[in-house]
């Protein structure tokens, strides 16, 4: 049975223009009918087209495809399934992490408050790309910056005030990104001498609303230090911040979760 392309693609659900491209990537080699000189379809073409949309969701990419159905003997095509496998871990990886991210910030925004929490929080890492408002040369970030955005679903947008800044008057900041130590290794992560790690121990945990652009300061955690100032502990060392959500209510709102170590006088 030979079909037009007009019934492959209502056939398969598939545009024509689809079609086409897959003849160009060598998928189908559709043949010319002698008297119309149109192109006609066979049983063939059609399951090589589902084929390739299997392969496709299994993120097979067109050349890759077009080698598994045309071009390989049995260990390459085994060698081609086994590396789609090694992706496929990965993604699961990913997915699983995400998953569990997303789920936690859900339920920090559905129970929002701003009241302070003393808890244990795990080892962090943090790459700093910016200070105030200037960023680093794309050359010093590079070898970090690239690996670590394919990841950014995973990443917190953070601030760093250093401890040595915080009663001084001064508005120096850092911006980056953190990551838990534990998802920085199952992801494989790049490390380098930028990286910086935020030790498990006790933090006083908060939440504030820091406004509009141009809003940022250290204003922000001042009721905060003074509620450990009033207490049996003392700050202990650097004090980080990552960005929960920018939110467009009646005023712009932008909700940082911030991090205070702390430990006993």
């Known amino acids: 049975m030979k079909y037009k392309i007009s019934e492959v693609s209502k056939i398969l659900n598939m545009p024509i223009d689809s079609i086409r491209f897959y003849e160009k990537k060598g998928i189908?080699?559709?043949q010319k009918d002698k008297q119309t000189d149109y192109r006609v379809y066979d049983d063939w073409d059609i399951n090589y087209?589902?084929?390739?949309?299997?392969?496709?969701?299994?993120?097979?990419?067109?050349?890759?495809?077009?080698?598994?159905?045309?071009?390989?003997n049995f260990s390459d095509y085994l060698k081609l399934?086994?590396?789609?496998?090694?992706?496929?871990?990965?993604k699961a990886v990913y997915y699983q992490l995400l998953e569990k991210k997303n789920e936690e910030l859900i339920k920090k925004l559905v129970s929002l408050d701003f009241e302070v929490h003393i808890e244990t929080t795990p080892c962090k890492l943090f790459f700093s790309h910016r200070e105030n408002f200037e960023y680093s040369s794309a050359n010093q970030l590079r070898e970090i910056f690239d690996p670590w955005m394919d990841y950014y679903a995973l990443l917190d947008n953070t601030v760093v005030i250093r401890k040595e800044d915080l009663f001084q008057d001064s508005s120096n900041f850092e911006w980056g990104f953190s990551i838990n130590k534990s998802e920085s290794i199952a992801l494989k992560l790049p490390m380098s001498e930028r990286i910086e790690c935020f030790e498990e121990q006790t933090y006083l945990r908060f939440i504030v609303n820091a406004g509009a652009r141009g809003n940022f300061s250290k204003d922000l955690i001042k009721p905060a230090v003074s509620h450990i100032e009033k207490s049996n502990y003392k700050i202990n060392g650097d004090i980080s911040g990552r960005l929960l959500a920018r939110i467009n209510d009646a005023e712009y709102l932008r909700y940082i979760e911030f991090f205070i170590p702390i430990e006993k006088k």
């Open 28 to 30: 189908i080699s559709p």
């Open 49 to 72: 087209l589902l084929e390739y949309k299997r392969f496709r969701k299994m993120d097979f990419s067109a050349q890759e495809i077009k080698k598994l159905l045309h071009e390989t």
């Open 81 to 90: 399934l086994e590396k789609n496998q090694e992706s496929i871990k990965k």
